[in-house]
């Protein structure tokens, strides 16, 4: 039988990380540059090193640099030894040239030759790709997409991030800024996105919109018994019966992020429950076009916000079970992400094992 | 440099088909069987069968198979120098295994081995996809899409069905069923799609979303100038100034399609023109869908809808202006497809090019 139809593992981006050389990832965020000697997903050295409040490209590529050899010497090896650096940084940015354009959360930065720079300076291959990206590659090659060709890998925290990997290999899109599924419309009369879009998945489903949504209901006045027990857990000094409290609160609504919304959920605050509730079927509405989309066979959830566990992934799934076509929901298996806060690192250092 | 991160172009798969193998395409459609001996896009041979009313699998699959000696007798050819048979079909379908599992639109047709069946009769390699993935191969190797590895097909007719290439890969997933991007949620609060999901794409800017809308209006008693327009086009032989016909026609509001509804637009009619805005604007966002979690390179517009035009184009054009993120937008071309209605057959050709 023609066996070109049957899908094919590539022996070459599997193996368990014994034989594959040594590599340098950097995981550049908005608060830390995380830096470390590799081989497979086994940290040989650890250093990090804070961004800073002037992230500019003269000051943070200065910076990275120190860390690599910082990283090297902790390890006890030289350049010569590393087969690549990989750089996972935020986007938007190019992959195939390794040009940053003006990512948000870098102000300061616009059209900057990373790959380039680096190049010069340590003359091996050098990879840069956006961190969403990079920590899909790190769960593909060494977390919970390992033995699978077809996996779509979601980070929830303040964003939604997307990584897809199909035939085994990352969509980049011809200018490398494939794969923002959390810039997906899943509500085209929705709330305004940042990205300029009108009802994102990240819109909806972030923790940036729970907390939104807690601030919203407070403005309407509805939101007080989630204020009061919001306010008693931060403050343990206030008591939250008296008016004045209220009052102080709602000054500084900010204080109010998703973790808040998700403990007063379980502690039993009726409106903290419903936005946990919208948000959930938000998750599943998105997660249910991932599957039509992709018919991944692994959908590998991350992210801070996941961690508020069943009360957001019991009603996802149930929306997936009711709206989602027989073949791909049966054939998609939903787990969580397995590399922890190190998905970044381990990403960017496996962008080298990807484009050998 | 480092080449590894810059797009490459396999050359076997983009050459202009002279010294391409013949092949065998058959386009297996709700109403006819088309099938062709051709070398790359050109036709040697032409045979189109009606599938019939009783489209059971052994009452097809041995006209498929007569319409491929009459194919080969045609062409003047023997089955011997035919490389491979390509059949694109109605999904949900396994393209790696080539089981047709139960199409809405091949009713008695329940996990078909349609792959194996042929490789029985044939002995020579098989190919089977769904239609708009195998639509979308066509257009890649021999339309719209040529010299580029970064596509989306999206094909609006009564459905919106999609086909994406990228990495010079068909995206199928696990189970063969990827690429529907009809059944992308876009309005999740939106009306109920064949499907089961809620506020597909689909539901909302397909050729049938736009009758039913013109339905719904009509039941609502607010689309008597719809109605009017439709019946002196429809029935030169009606006059539309009386009670009587306006109860007559809501008799058979099924005779209503999209493309009375375009053409009651290009008159004037105000419900209509509303209906196609409508429809535009569901086209529109979409596409900002497609143009963010891929960044291709072209976005590939086919099926009978599009041949409304500018009043469906030019609206959609404006969301994608206002939506989309810059880089993603700003390298994507969305151009019309190109092989008209021999795509679904050329596109099944490719299929053993694809594969081999």
Chains 1, 2 share one sequence.
Request: proline share 6%; net charge neutral; aromatic share 4%.
């Amino acid at each position: 039988m023609n066996d070109a139809n049957t899908k094919q593992t590539s022996p070459s981006r599997r193996n368990k990380g014994e034989d594959l050389p040594l590599v340098v990832g950097i995981d550049l965020g908005g608060t830390q540059i995380r830096t470390a000697v590799m081989r497979g997903a086994t940290l040989l050295s650890r250093v990090g090193l804070l961004t800073g409040e002037n992230p500019l490209p003269d000051r943070i590529i200065p910076r990275m640099c120190t860390a690599v050899h910082q990283a090297l010497q902790e390890a006890n090896v030289t350049i010569d030894q590393i087969a690549g650096i990989g750089i996972g940084a935020p986007g938007p940015l190019n992959g195939h040239t390794g040009v940053v354009y003006s990512p948000p959360n870098l102000p300061g930065w616009t059209n900057t030759p990373l790959r380039d720079i680096f190049f010069e300076k340590f003359t091996i291959p050098i990879f840069v790709e956006n961190d969403a990206n990079a920590a899909a590659l790190g769960e593909y090659m060494f977390g919970a997409g390992r033995g699978s060709e077809e996996i779509v890998y979601v980070t929830i925290s303040t964003g939604i991030g997307g990584g897809i990997i199909s035939n085994g290999r990352l969509i980049q899109g011809i200018a490398g800024s494939g794969g923002e599924l959390g810039h997906m419309a899943i509500d085209m009369h929705g709330p305004r996105c940042n990205c300029g879009n009108i009802g994102c998945w990240e819109s909806i489903a972030s923790g940036t919109a729970i907390a939104r949504r807690a601030h919203e209901l407070i403005a309407l006045g509805k939101g007080e018994a989630l204020l009061n027990y919001a306010l008693t857990q931060q403050k343990p000094d206030a008591t939250a019966d008296t008016p004045s409290d209220l009052q102080r609160a709602q000054s500084y609504p900010t204080h109010l992020n998703a973790r808040n919304v998700a403990e007063a959920a379980a502690a039993g605050v009726a409106e903290a429950k419903q936005i946990i509730a919208e948000a959930a079927e938000g998750l599943g509405v998105g997660l249910v076009n991932v599957i039509h989309i992709f018919n991944p066979e692994r959908i590998i959830l991350g992210g801070s916000v996941i961690n508020i566990g069943a009360p957001l992934l019991d009603p996802a799934k149930r929306v997936i079970a009711e709206r989602a076509m027989k073949v791909p929901r049966e054939t998609a298996n939903i787990v969580l992400a397995k590399l922890g806060s190190d998905v970044g690192l381990i990403g960017a250092g496996a962008l080298s094992y990807y484009n050998r």
